[in-house]
Structure formats: structure tokens, C-alpha cells
């Protein structure tokens, strides 16, 4: 009886392991239910035709688990079949009318309790799962032991007493077998759904290690990763934009100092070095083919272990800001000049008309031998009064009156004393006008004395034997442009940096104040100039006017 009694314990949890083997992907769990369902009706069967009958005519066997197993998880169609398969098998068992009075009145109490049961155990917990069928396993024990009671009432009280312990340890074993089923269950659908959990953990991980990868290559920043030897291992595309025509591969593995060499920078003491060797933050403005960058470099922690694991090299390009930086010192110096002029030339003239008037009355009244003296003060005179007049125009907060004007005509205007200019040089003027042009707003003075400045300042860069000055108009869709292109001795770099500073000139007899005095005024007219030179191939002045309300011609 007691190898029936195992064999019978092995088949109820048949079912359960083999579906704790099948049931190892979430796409199977789609058909979790049905596999499960179609599992536990075999063991069912064959769990009847392996039951046990004792000496006293007690039936040991343990359909209930497979019917509870199926039935809790396969759901209301599962449990509908499996009890249709229970009643059938059980009734060929009966044989007294008894017998099919106690079974249906059983199954009319149990198998409604089961129904009304499997919403609330797919909505617990594990724990209330293994309650809720122990729960109805003592249901079914205490109706078949109520009912077998019935049957034998009219037995000795030592056989009642014998029956009563067989049936408790009956019923702790299907108690035991029923809980153990459920816990392996519950493994095989949690293990799946860990599975789950782990995929949609690691693709989310992949998905965001794909983002910061993206971000950390299109970022516009210098990023370099060492490891804990200070050898590369990872660059992105700025920095392999700067390495051109080096590619990523050609500087994995190598050292800092390699990469250094590529992007062509030039540092104090080597950053990854002082990193190595235990400072936690280093920075320096560093310049590279033109730019200026602030590089930052520090180690690389590991967050539970807090050691370095390899070292980060930063560099922000700072160059806007940088010209930013400049562009608002010399808005500031040309300001601090506006000012000084604006308090002081009045007090300056008025003594410079007293002493000019004097000079002439002496003048008038002096002998000819005097007079060119007379005439050498009054012109430098003249010279302090020009002076006078540059400061006062570089003043920022000007009211100055504009009206329509064409680029063309101011030009036609000044084109013979430009010519002027250039004959006394032995020079040659070059006018090259767009067809058509766009009128704007102008305040005409102004821009003549622009025009005139730049012109002026490109003979000027040219041999007095000779030389070309260009002067060209483009229209374009957003501005009107005006080019003075001379073909003299050029600028190097660190004069064009300077080149609109107040009082900055290469010139012996200049003041310095020409150059910036043509950028207050292109700023008063909402417009920019820029400037192209090469040592020993000229200068080219380019002014943009923008063209806010451009008025066709």
C-alpha cells in the first residue's frame, strides 16, 4: 500500500515538474493554462487507476491535487473540463446507490466553493495561494472523511478510531503534496517572469548605454577615457574631428600623450600624469589649431569601491566666449573714450577757437616772413580740432539722423576725391558695382567718412609706387555688403586681433583712432566688418549693412 500510496504522490506532482520543465520562456505562457490543464487531467487518470483500497474498503488516492492545480491555475474553462473529467472517472467507481447520493452531494458543496475561488486566487499572493489551497484541501478531506464516517457508522469503535488517524495522515499528505505543487508552480511562473524582468532590465540598460553613448559622441566637447594605465580607450567624434585624419582605431590602446600629439595641444604638465598620481580636479586653457578650449581632467571612480578605475579628459571650446569676452572689454574701452570725449571737448575747443583766432589776427597783421609759421600752427591746430572730432564720433550713445540713401551714390560722391587720393600715390581705383541695390536707411556724413577711412587706409598699406584698391558692392538676401580690397603688405594675426582697438595703430603719425571709428559707425548703422588679410597679399574690409526694411530700388 505504501508504494501505491508514493507512486500515487509522484503522479499528482507529475504535472507540476514537468511543467516547471516546459514552462521556460515568457512566449510559452500564453499557453501555460492549457498545458497545464491538459497535464493534470492525464494525472488525474491515471492517479484513479492507481488508487489504493485499504482492508477497511477506505480509497487512498489524490486526484484532488491535480484537480485543485489545474483548475486554480488554469482558470473557469480548465476547471469546467477537469471536473468533467473528475465526475465521469469517479462515477464508474461507485457501486451503491449510497455511494452516488454522498458523491453528488460532495461535489454539489465542493465543486461551486472551487468556482467561486479561482478569481480571488489569481489575484493573490503567493502566500494567500498556498493558504487558499490548503484551504480547500481541507474542504474536500473533511467532506470525503464526513462521508466515509457515514458509511462505516456501523463499525466497531476501534475500527472508527483506526480510520480516523489513516485518514489524517492521508489527509497531511495530500495536504503536503498539494502545497509542494503549488510551490513549484509558482517557481516555474516566477522564473519565467524573472526572465522578463531581466530582458526588459537589460534592453533598458542597452537603451540607455546606446543614449549615453550618443550623447557622449555628439556632444560638443573634447571626451576622452583612460584607463587606469592612462591608455585610451575611448574617443568621440569631436575629438576625432580634431585628430583628422587619425581615426578611432589608430588611437585605442595608446597613450595620452600620442592623442596630445594629434590634436596638436600644448599643456603646462601633462593632466592625466597629475591624475595618476593623485590630484582630483585638473584644469587649463589650453588653444588648438585657433581655438581655445578649458580642459578638465579627474579620475574615474568606482561607486561602491570608490577606487579609480581610469580617468575623464574634458575640453570645452570656449572661443565664442572667449571673443564674447574681448568683444565686451572693447565695447567697454571704446565706451570709456566716448565719454572722455564727450566731457572734455567742449573744454578743449573753446580755449583751441581763442588761441586759432589769435593765431589769425596775428597772422593778418604779422610780416610775410611770419606767415608761414602762422600757417604751421593753424593747420596743426586744425590737426587737434580732427582729432577732436574722431573722439566725439566714437561716442556710442549718439543720436544721429538717417534717411533712405543708396550705397551707389554715396560712392559716385566720393569717387573722384578717392581718385584724387590715389593719383598723388601713383595708385589705381577699381569700381566694381552689383546691378541693383537696396536702398537703406543711412545717415550719409557718417558713411562717407567710413568709406573714405577705409580707402584711405588701403592706399595707405600699398607702395605709394603703385597698387590696386578694389572697391566692390554685392546685394545680398539679407544685406548689403561693401568690399575695400587692397592688394599691400597684409596683417599678421596678432595686429588683425587688435586691429579696432582705440589707440592701437601701426601707422608712425597715427592717433589709432581711424579703424575704430569705422566700427562705431557700422554699429550705429546695425551692421558688421570683418576683416581678411595675408602677409604680403593684402587686406580685404568687409561691411555688411543688414537690411531690416529694405526698400527695392
Avoid at 489504493?52 to 484532488?64: K, M, P, S, W
Avoid at 449510497?98 to 465542493?110: G, K
Avoid at 464526513?146 to 488517524?165: G, P, R
Avoid at 597679399?537 to 543688414?546: D, E, L, P
Wanted: hydrophobic share 45%.
Amino acid at each position: 500500500m505504501w508504494k501505491d500510496t508514493m507512486l500515487q504522490i509522484l503522479i499528482a506532482l507529475f504535472p507540476v515538474f514537468l511543467f516547471l520543465v516546459w514552462h521556460d520562456r515568457a512566449e510559452r505562457t500564453r499557453y501555460a493554462n492549457v498545458f497545464l490543464a491538459v497535464l493534470c487531467a492525464l494525472s488525474m487518470v491515471l492517479t484513479m487507476h492507481y488508487s489504493t483500497v485499504t482492508e477497511q474498503g477506505q480509497h487512498i488516492d489524490f486526484r484532488f491535487v491535480p484537480l485543485l492545480i489545474g483548475s486554480l491555475y488554469g482558470g473557469i474553462p480548465s476547471a469546467a473540463a477537469l471536473s468533467i473529467v473528475y465526475v465521469i472517472l469517479r462515477t464508474g467507481e461507485l457501486s451503491t446507490e449510497l455511494d452516488y447520493i454522498i458523491f453528488y452531494i460532495d461535489t454539489a458543496i465542493f465543486l461551486p466553493v472551487l468556482f467561486s475561488r479561482i478569481a480571488a486566487f489569481r489575484r493573490s499572493s503567493r502566500s494567500g495561494r498556498i493558504k487558499l489551497t490548503y484551504t480547500l484541501c481541507i474542504m474536500m478531506l473533511l467532506l470525503a472523511f464526513f462521508s466515509y464516517l457515514y458509511s462505516i457508522a456501523d463499525s466497531e469503535f476501534n475500527t472508527i478510531l483506526f480510520h480516523i488517524f489513516l485518514t489524517m495522515v492521508y489527509g497531511l499528505a495530500v495536504l503536503f503534496v498539494s502545497g509542494t505543487a503549488v510551490h513549484f508552480t509558482e517557481m516555474a511562473f516566477e522564473r519565467v517572469q524573472m526572465q522578463a524582468e531581466v530582458r526588459d532590465v537589460s534592453l533598458s540598460y542597452g537603451n540607455e548605454v546606446r543614449r549615453l553613448q550618443q550623447f557622449i559622441d555628439n556632444t560638443p566637447l573634447i571626451v576622452v577615457f583612460l584607463n587606469d594605465k592612462g591608455l585610451v580607450t575611448h574617443v568621440n567624434d569631436l575629438t576625432l574631428k580634431l585628430m583628422s585624419p587619425v581615426n578611432r582605431i589608430d588611437v585605442i590602446n595608446e597613450s595620452f600623450g600620442y592623442l596630445v600629439e594629434k590634436i596638436d595641444m600644448q599643456f603646462e604638465s601633462c593632466p592625466v600624469g597629475r591624475v595618476m598620481q593623485g590630484e582630483e580636479r585638473v584644469t587649463e586653457m589650453v588653444t588648438t589649431r585657433g581655438r581655445s578650449f578649458y580642459t578638465v581632467c579627474c579620475p574615474v571612480k568606482d561607486a561602491a569601491a570608490g577606487s579609480s578605475e581610469g580617468i575623464l579628459f574634458i575640453g570645452h571650446d570656449v572661443t565664442e566666449l572667449q571673443l564674447l569676452k574681448d568683444e565686451i572689454g572693447r565695447m567697454e574701452r571704446l565706451s570709456l573714450v566716448g565719454q572722455m570725449a564727450a566731457s572734455i571737448t567742449h573744454e578743449i575747443r573753446n580755449p583751441m577757437a581763442v588761441i586759432r583766432g589769435f593765431v589769425q589776427l596775428l597772422n593778418e597783421r604779422g610780416s610775410e616772413d611770419q606767415q608761414y609759421y602762422f600757417r604751421i600752427v593753424l593747420e596743426e591746430l586744425d590737426r587737434a580740432n580732427a582729432i577732436i572730432n574722431d573722439f566725439l564720433s566714437l561716442a556710442q550713445n549718439r543720436i544721429i539722423e538717417k534717411e533712405p540713401a543708396n550705397l551707389h551714390n554715396l560712392l559716385s560722391e566720393l569717387l573722384p576725391l578717392i581718385w584724387a587720393d590715389a593719383n598723388m600715390r601713383g595708385q589705381t581705383i577699381e569700381l566694381q558695382m552689383c546691378q541693383n541695390i537696396d536702398w537703406l536707411d543711412f545717415n550719409c556724413k557718417e558713411i562717407k567718412q567710413l568709406i573714405l577711412n577705409l580707402a584711405r587706409n588701403g592706399m595707405e598699406a600699398m607702395n605709394d609706387k603703385g597698387g590696386v584698391l578694389r572697391i566692390e558692392t554685392r546685394n545680398l538676401a539679407d544685406s548689403v555688403e561693401l568690399r575695400v580690397i587692397d592688394n599691400g603688405v597684409g596683417m599678421p594675426a596678432e595686429t588683425l586681433e587688435r586691429l579696432f582697438e582705440p589707440f592701437y595703430t601701426t601707422k608712425a603719425s597715427g592717433t589709432g583712432l581711424g579703424l575704430a571709428l569705422c566700427l562705431s559707425i557700422v554699429e550705429r548703422h546695425n551692421g558688421k566688418i570683418r576683416v581678411e588679410s595675408m602677409v604680403g597679399k593684402g587686406t580685404t574690409f568687409i561691411v555688411s549693412f543688414n537690411k531690416p526694411e529694405a526698400i527695392a530700388v
